[in-house]
Every structure is written in structure tokens, then in C-alpha cells.
């Protein structure tokens, strides 16, 4: 790439900024080296299992030596740069990419833009749980998208009655069905369960005889649903087969030895239903497997004091939901449409955008509040060390220029998702999603994610270089980050020899090992022998979300706590100082030492015999995880 300086130049374009062609026009990169850094492992998330990664410090980065840093298996968490030692890590990354012109959507793909559109349209509806239930005494309107009124009754009423309130029950019973399916959908767009096609909920009323014997203290079980049992079934049908535990098995916390547990699962999804209470009088509790529905107040009678539910419908404009519910054509009442703006943006802390990502990480992640600060959001998502390069019109740089951006989605004014975005000579670096989740029914990851790919194909116009659209790493060791392959025909990049694998050629490698070296496979045969493109089956098999977890990687150090900088000696110094290195090489590297910036075959003397020993050893280690041309390009700070 252009701008790598010749051996023994001297660097004053670099401190200047300006001059000497290539990236110096851009800025200068300037890092400190965190050494190897140890933590336990964030995607299988076993204390017993160790995630172990090359770690630097950037105060600044050209938006080129980023994309080279890329293209060697490195990612950004704020202004830490992080690349995983594949072949010592508990759970190995590769690092995943798709060229935006060649994508071809999955079925599922089009049914998530297909979605949307209903939605934007006005023919898919969402409500907010709390707006689901009006006061008994409320008076009825009949202008607008439907919700529950719960009124009590007498027991002993006339025959009209009975059938009205019998009505009513299946009313509800088919109300509480959706909320369950609502709350599968919930977790397969967070990652607890796989994306694949789980059958319907039925909610069905309990007998006063089983009542009898299943009711707990004075609450009264009105419902019930064995969905959880049938979601476990349909896990089980979908996995692969024992013999790979990594393939299709779900995370540990729905699962037991035995597979998919129907007692966890249960459990899950009453965590996502547990705003009922609040909002329709009912209690959800997981009791063996099932889901069971209580009067969540004590009832001042026998269960002959029956409740009944109305279906009318409302005008409550504007309501939203985790809910929804399709618009049918029959209702008299225009649609309201809706307005998507999409707004991309440098860069920097919003008030906005902070209060939707603490929402975001106490509800789908379960964050405490006391975790998810200002600070930590800022150091996280808002911080980059990335040297931001203003549009020029003559077809090198896009519209917005080069850099960290984050792309805020907005509905009729209201902030639901914000995806963070590196945008750099030959891609679009996604990084993290976050969102309402009050809106996860309309998978808003995947949606991001289609987003971004068309963005890149637009902007392709504009920036000849920039045609890839990157998606973070692929672990194929662990299930909730398998989804990306559904991007398809994406390529794995190979961690020893940095070359593009198609991701069909490089599965059947992985599928057999945890790590392996992806360019030992002859390409040109296999891709006369391969399908081109990823199948049907395994397009659908996974989710996303998180996302963007999801279609999120893992935030590795986005906490100062998470870093663990060793310096190790003994094997590791032997394995290192012995890479296929001369030696040399090193006396180019750049060094940035009292505010000037000097080749270390120049200084090195200056240093006495046991620091320039361990100096050396670090600069060793430094050129083989960044390659030579950026580790003599780049500004190694010892400041």
C-alpha cells in the first residue's frame, strides 16, 4: 500500500502530518504495545477457558493502517486494538467479510425487509405492554388498532353471558399465545435460541379440577402453554448430532448434559414475559417446563368471580410494543404510515443515544445499571483513535469522508437503533448494535445489517476502493456468532497467511477442528468442486442480533479492568524471538521517544544491554502479530 516509508527515511513528514506522500497526509498512527493479554473467554464464557489476544493501546490510527490492521485479524474496542493468538485462545476468531456487490439475501433476509416495510406501511402494529390494558371503567373507541379491556364479572349471569365471557377467554388465550410467541421470537433475536422455525404457541385454559391440584399459595392458575417442550423438540431435531457439541447446541444457559432443557427454556421465556403482571393482571411463572399463567391479585372470592376480556378497539395513536399484531384490510380505519430516517453521524457521546444503549444492555444483556456508566459507553463506543479524512469529490473519498460514525435509525422521531461503524478505504467495519427493545420484533440487527450492505454498494459510486462490508469475527466454535455466515458468499480470512477463504471451502476445515489454517485448501479446486454459494439450511440455521452478541462480537476490553498486560518470558519469549524474522528487520521499526520519531537501529545503543534485550524481544513480538510494512510505518510509542 502506498505511503510505507523506504528503510531508513527519515520521519519528520510523519510529526508534521503533511507531506511525504501516502497516508501521511492522513495523520500518523501511533500506538503503545499492551504485550499479550489474558481474560476469560466472552463467547463460551467458561471461567475455565481463557481467551488470550495481542493487545495495543492507539492514541491515533490512519484510516489505512487501520484497514491493514484489518486485513491481519485485528478489531477496535474505543481505542484498544485487540487480535486473538489463534492457535493458544479458547475460542478462535476469524475475522469475517463479504464483497457488499456480490450478496445474495437469504429467504429470511427478505422476510426482515419485507417486515419492516408492513410495519412502516401501517399494516404491522406494536404496542407497548403497559398501553395493552385499559381501566375496566375506560370508555370504548372503536377508531383505532386493537387492545384488552379486563373487566370483572359475576359468575352467575344469564346464558348470553356465559357465551360472551367464554369468548372472551379465547380472546385472551389467543392474546397470551402471541405474547409467547413474541418472547420466542425475543430470544432467538438475542441469541438464546438458534433462528430456525419454532412452532406456534397455544395457550390453552386450565381445568378447575388440575387447578385444584397445580394452584401455589392464593394465586389463581387461569392458563397454561407447553411451548417450552415443543421448542426442545424442535432444538433437538435441528442439531447436527452429538459427536460436535459446538454445532447447533444452544448456550449454556437453556441447555443441560442432556440437550435442550423444556424447565430452562421455560424459564427464559418468562423472564421475557414478566411485564404481564403489570399489564394484564396476570402472573407468568415456569414450573417444570410449563408456562403457567396466575391471577396476579388476590381474588376476593372463588374462582366463580371469572374475569372476561373484550377485544375493541382503541385509539391509542402512536402506541408501540414488543408486541405486534397485522392490520388487517377489513378495518374501516386508515393506516398510519410511518417515516424512517436513517442519519449517520460522527462519532461522538449523544445524550439520546446513551439513554437507548443502557436500556438496550439491562434488558437484553442483563446488565446491572450500576454497569453500564457514561464512562464505559464513552470508552466503549464513543472513543476512536481513527484519524478522521473529510470528503474531496474526485472519487477517493465518500460523502461522509473516513472514520468512526455511528448510523442512528429513527422512526417518526424516535431513536430505535444505533449501529457503530468504522468506514475506511475498502470497507465498512461494523462494530456494534444497539437498540429499543421494544423493537426487536422487527430483528433489528439483521435489518442494520442489510442496511450497511447497501450503503456500501451506494457508496461504491462514489469510492471506487470501497466494496466490502466486514461483519466482525466468525467463531464457529460458538453458536450465537455462527449467524454471519448466513451473508453470503462471505470469506474467512486465513490467520497465518492473511488470505481470503471462501466461507464454504474454509467450513468443512472448521467443522473438523477448532482452529485451522484456511489457505491449506486448494482453492481453485474446491471452488470447482463446492457449490458457490452457502445452502439454503445453513443460511437459516442461525440468528442474529444481536445482534450486530447478535451481529455483536463480544466486547472484549471495552473495560480498563479487562486488560491484563503480561509480559511472559521462559517458552513464549523462545517461541516468539524465533519467528521467521531477520534480525535486522526490527532496526526499521519506527519509535516515537521524547516527541520525535526515529528508526530503533538508530537508538538502540542508547539503551543499556538488559533493556535493549527486552526492547528487542518486544519488537519482535510487535512485528509478527502487525507484519513489517506496519510495523515500519506506524509510530511505536515508548512514551
Known amino acids: 500500500m502506498a505511503g510505507k516509508m523506504k528503510k531508513g527515511e527519515a520521519s519528520s513528514s510523519s510529526r508534521s502530518g503533511g507531506g511525504g506522500g501516502g497516508s501521511n497526509h492522513r495523520g500518523e498512527s501511533v500506538v503503545v504495545d499492551y504485550g499479550e493479554n489474558k481474560s476469560s473467554c466472552g463467547y463460551c464464557r467458561s471461567p475455565a477457558r481463557t481467551s488470550i489476544a495481542h493487545g495495543l493501546w492507539a492514541h491515533s490510527i490512519t484510516i489505512d493502517d487501520y484497514q491493514d490492521l484489518l486485513d491481519r485479524g485485528w478489531r477496535r474496542s474505543g481505542c484498544f486494538l485487540y487480535k486473538p493468538d489463534m492457535e493458544r485462545t479458547c475460542c478462535p476468531a476469524y475475522t469475517i467479510r463479504l464483497r457488499a456487490g456480490d450478496f445474495v439475501p437469504s429467504k429470511e433476509q427478505v422476510r426482515v425487509s419485507r417486515r419492516m416495510q408492513r410495519y412502516l406501511e401501517g399494516n404491522l402494529e406494536c404496542k407497548k405492554l403497559g398501553e395493552c390494558i385499559e381501566n375496566p371503567n375506560a370508555s370504548k373507541d372503536t377508531r383505532s388498532h386493537t387492545h384488552l379491556e379486563v373487566s370483572s364479572s359475576a359468575a352467575k349471569e344469564s346464558c348470553s353471558n356465559n357465551n360472551e365471557q367464554k369468548g372472551g377467554e379465547e380472546k385472551i388465550m389467543h392474546y397470551l399465545s402471541d405474547q409467547v410467541d413474541n418472547a420466542v421470537r425475543g430470544c432467538s433475536e438475542n441469541g ?11 395457550v390453552k385454559k386450565v381445568l378447575q379440577a388440575k387447578r385444584k391440584l397445580l394452584v401455589e399459595g392464593s394465586e389463581d392458575l387461569l392458563y397454561s402453554s407447553n411451548i417450552a417442550f415443543q421448542i426442545a423438540a424442535t432444538i433437538r431435531r435441528s442439531l447436527p448430532g452429538e459427536k460436535d457439541v459446538h454445532q447447533g447446541r444452544l448456550s449454556t444457559h437453556i441447555t443441560d448434559e442432556k440437550g435442550p432443557s423444556p424447565k430452562l427454556i421455560a424459564e427464559k421465556l418468562e423472564s421475557y414475559l414478566n411485564q404481564l403482571a403489570e399489564t394484564s393482571g396476570l402472573l407468568v411463572r415456569a414450573c417444570n417446563g410449563h408456562l403457567n399463567f396466575y391471577s396476579a391479585t388476590k381474588q376476593a372470592s372463588s374462582y366463580e368471580s371469572a374475569q372476561t376480556v373484550n377485544i375493541s378497539k382503541g385509539s391509542a395513536a402512536g402506541s408501540e410494543s414488543k408486541g405486534c399484531s397485522v392490520i388487517h384490510s377489513s378495518q374501516n380505519a386508515p393506516v398510519k404510515r410511518r417515516r424512517l430516517e436513517i442519519h449517520l453521524r460522527r462519532s461522538s457521546f449523544d445524550s439520546e443515544e446513551y439513554a437507548l444503549y443502557r436500556r438496550y444492555q439491562i434488558a437484553v444483556h442483563n446488565d446491572t445499571p450500576e454497569q453500564v456508566t457514561e464512562k464505559s459507553y464513552k470508552r466503549f463506543l464513543v472513543d476512536t483513535p481513527l484519524n478522521y479524512v473529510p470528503p474531496k469529490g474526485d472519487g477517493t473519498v465518500p460523502p461522509c469522508g473516513f472514520g468512526s460514525f455511528h448510523q442512528q435509525y429513527v422512526v417518526d422521531g424516535k431513536l430505535i437503533a444505533v449501529g457503530v461503524i468504522d468506514i475506511l478505504p475498502r470497507c465498512l467495519s461494523s462494530k456494534y448494535l444497539f437498540w429499543d427493545p421494544d423493537f426487536a420484533f422487527l430483528s433489528p440487527g439483521k435489518y442494520s445489517a442489510l442496511q ?23 467463531i464457529h466454535t460458538c453458536s450465537k456468532m455462527r449467524y454471519k455466515a448466513a451473508y453470503c458468499p462471505s470469506e474467512l480470512l486465513c490467520p497465518l497467511r492473511y488470505q481470503w477463504i471462501p466461507f464454504h471451502i474454509a467450513k468443512p476445515l472448521l467443522d473438523k477442528k477448532r482452529y485451522a489454517v484456511l489457505s491449506d485448501v486448494s482453492v481453485s479446486q474446491d471452488r470447482e468442486s463446492l457449490p458457490p454459494h452457502v445452502s439454503e439450511e445453513v443460511m437459516e440455521v442461525q440468528h442474529d442480533d444481536i445482534g450486530k452478541e447478535d451481529t455483536n462480537d463480544f466486547p472484549m476490553y471495552d473495560d480498563e479492568g479487562a486488560i491484563d498486560v503480561e509480559y511472559e518470558s521462559s517458552d513464549n519469549e523462545q517461541n516468539l524471538v524465533s519467528v521467521d524474522v531477520k534480525d535486522g528487520d526490527i532496526g526499521n521499526i519506527l519509535i516515537g521517544l521524547n516527541g520525535s520519531r526515529v528508526r530503533f537501529k538508530d537508538i538502540k545503543f542508547a539503551f543499556g544491554s538488559s533493556k535493549r534485550s527486552y526492547l528487542e524481544f518486544q519488537l519482535h513480538r510487535y512485528m509478527r502479530v502487525v507484519g513489517e510494512e506496519l510495523a515500519e510505518r506506524m509510530v511505536y510509542s515508548l512514551e
Open 192 to 202: 438464546e435460541f438458534p433462528d430456525i422455525q419454532f412452532p406456534k404457541a397455544i
Open 452 to 474: 450497511e450492505i447497501n450503503w456500501v454498494k451506494e457508496n461504491h459510486a462514489h469510492c471506487s476502493t470501497l466494496q466490502y462490508y466486514y461483519l466482525g469475527y466468525y
